[in-house]
């Protein structure tokens, strides 16, 4: 940077290892391609035209992160802010920064035009895949490795990247911690190189990879915040002058400034989130033989493959040390074992199982990758350089290798098979969730909400249901968040369960209080108990068969639709980032509505005030509109202070 102190030069730590330019960068280039082939494999037999269509990703949860992405990409192309209140799902909920996958689909819509737009988030989704081999190529090369090591490192990790950690994120569309790992990993090669350096490349590198770490997982940054000051305890010595330690805390603070105006959202809503869910993979024996066979490894393969990636990062982290490398050493290793110990943690130790640390297990190996593949080439460079004896040496560790894999063919085929083209995405809906969508279309109307059974099923099934108020312009409760991660998802069905009672338990006026606190006059039904119960409800009437994996009914429910609890009010069709109600009749001075309240709401015209209307049955309340007399239009606005 200009006026910066003079350049740290680089110590002799590195073998050299160097290629050809034009080889390294055919190397590169056929890594590139291996991605671009497999990434293009996750849109099935036609890429191009399942990417640029405008059908969306229903695999695990891409369809709710598409939904957040939608709704926060028009809040903040009409506004400006990462925050909207959407009366589509539960009776209405803030959708905020805490919604982890819709951050990065907001991103990508926005640069898409802020709409609903399948094909902006495909192919976003897609260059975020692209950019994996970028992203470990440019940190190997940015903490000085030659050009030849830095293709063993991405290599590595692209092998890491399509394992089944990797492959599972990308289905379930859970892509973000990993994302922000990789956006770490090159953070800590932009913290060596400017160390080094001290130039205004690795300042800006240090900037673009720790915002885009900051804005994938916050999470993420405050827990590697250790290893960063172990590793500027380690170097801060050697730069004398004042400006090189500016440089380098204002770079952090500058990343996490960058993403302020959306963390601060973050911070002020994590009041929404309901309460920790209770720790999910835990082994039943915390012994060492039920770690070795955890699912955690992914498999025999994978497991070798771990153990071999960890073994050698050992050993070139050794060499480092004895290098003079010291401090890259440091940072790599506290950097593996680290997040190792976490990973392990997670599957043994119920607190941290509960935060999902075992997810850290494949950023690990990303860790491990880089000094793994410089104990290699430094290795097979040490021993041909012995000359006879050594490049003997050499040759008898390749037959030997050669000859374990032909033993064990089972392992290196399976690690073949994992760089090969997998199950591709579903893309698009099947003709029974097409019918699906027509029935509700043709048997409702926007007047009243739509009861949704959530099914309990793990992340690796479609939750397409919440792309539902898109595809058919109706309410719902329930379809959209199956796993409860909001307060406002207490008011669903799900585990055949409404508001937290068996749905038997339940009288038939209990049933339709509920249906007329929530303004329901149709159950989407999965579950024999729920149908069953539903059937003994005499104001419930079967519709229509559904499919969708099980056999479901539509219920309507003999009720007079109204939004409005008490006096009337009309709610109009949603167009833009208002809520606007109709012939607004007061009862009493007041009239509540079947919408939950959200601090900071306002209505105009502003003789019409906003409170919030306390229920015994519903934990959040509903809006209460209090005016003396009749509006022919109320609108509600929701402003975060």
């Not at 990434?39 to 191009?48: I, M, Y």
């Not at 957040?68 to 506004?79: F, R």
């Amino acid at each position: 940077m200009p006026g910066m102190d003079a350049p740290v030069k680089p110590e002799d730590g590195f073998p050299p290892c160097s290629l050809p330019v034009w080889a390294t960068g055919l190397g590169l280039a056929i890594l590139l391609a291996w991605q671009g082939w497999l990434t293009a494999a996750l849109f099935g037999d036609n890429p191009w035209q399942n990417l640029t269509n405008d059908q969306p990703i229903v695999s695990g949860s891409h369809p709710p992160n598409l939904y957040y992405g939608s709704q926060g990409a028009k809040a903040i192309v009409a506004e400006g802010r990462t925050t909207t209140y959407d009366h589509n799902f539960n009776g209405g909920y803030p959708k905020t920064p805490i919604f982890d996958g819709g951050r990065l689909a907001e991103l990508l819509l926005v640069l898409g035009g802020g709409a609903y737009r399948p094909e902006a988030y495909k192919i976003g989704f897609a260059v975020m895949c692209l950019l994996v081999p970028l992203f470990i190529f440019m940190t190997a090369k940015s903490i000085g490795l030659e050009h030849g090591t830095a293709l063993v490192a991405t290599f590595l990790g692209q092998l890491v990247w399509w394992g089944p950690h990797g492959r599972l994120a990308m289905t379930t569309g859970d892509c973000q911690l990993y994302l922000a790992s990789l956006a770490g990993l090159s953070h800590v090669g932009m913290l060596i190189a400017f160390h080094r350096s001290s130039s205004v490349t690795a300042w800006f590198g240090l900037l673009l990879t720790g915002a885009l770490g900051w804005f994938l997982q916050p999470l993420l940054f405050p827990i590697a915040l250790p290893i960063l000051l172990i590793y500027y305890l380690s170097v801060g010595a050697k730069h004398e002058f004042l400006t090189w330690h500016v440089a380098f805390w204002w770079v952090e603070i500058l990343a996490v400034i960058v993403n302020l105006p959306w963390l601060m959202d973050w911070v002020d809503s994590w009041w929404l989130r309901a309460a920790l869910p209770s720790a999910s993979g835990l082994l039943e024996h915390r012994t060492l033989p039920a770690v070795w066979n955890a699912p955690l490894w992914g498999g025999e393969a994978n497991r070798v493959l771990a153990i071999v990636l960890v073994a050698s990062a050992a050993l070139g982290v050794i060499i480092l040390n004895q290098a003079r490398e010291r401090a890259s050493a440091r940072l790599f290793g506290v950097a593996i074992v680290g997040a190792l110990v976490l990973a392990l943690l997670g599957i043994s130790w119920e607190p941290l199982g509960m935060v999902g640390t075992a997810a850290l297990f494949a950023p690990a190996l990303w860790f491990a990758a880089i000094p793994a593949a410089h104990a290699w080439v430094w290795s097979i460079e040490w021993l041909w350089r012995r000359g006879k004896i050594g490049r003997s040496a050499l040759g008898v560790i390749v037959a030997g290798a050669a000859g374990c894999l032909i033993c064990w063919n089972e392992i290196p085929l399976a690690i073949i098979e994992q760089g090969q083209p997998g199950d591709a995405l579903e893309i698009g809906l099947d003709a029974d969730r097409e019918a699906i969508v027509k029935t509700l279309i043709d048997e409702t109307t926007p007047d009243a909400r739509i009861l949704f059974e959530d099914r309990d099923r793990d992340r690796r099934h479609s939750r397409w249901s919440a792309l539902l108020p898109l595809l058919t312009e109706r309410a719902y409760v329930g379809g959209l968040d199956p796993d409860g991660f909001i307060e406002h998802s207490s008011i669903t069905l799900r585990q055949q369960m409404l508001e937290g009672r068996p749905i038997a338990s339940l009288t038939d006026a209990d049933l339709m209080n509920y249906c007329t606190r929530y303004n329901i006059r149709w159950i989407v039904a999965w579950s024999p108990a729920v149908i069953e119960r539903l059937e003994q409800w005499p104001e419930a009437k079967r519709v229509k068969a559904l499919c969708d994996g099980d056999s479901g009914w539509l219920f309507t429910i003999n009720r007079k639709a109204d939004f409005a609890i008490k006096g009337m009010a009309n709610l109009l069709p949603r167009d833009g980032p208002h809520i606007t109600l109709a012939n607004v009749v007061p009862d009493d001075g007041e009239v509540i509505i079947s919408l939950h309240y959200q601090a900071g709401m306002r209505a105009y015209p502003a003789r019409v005030k906003v409170e919030r209307a306390d229920s015994t049955d519903d934990r959040i309340g509903f809006i209460r509109l209090k005016l003396n007399n009749p509006a022919s239009r109320v609108t509600l606005v929701w402003e975060r202070k």
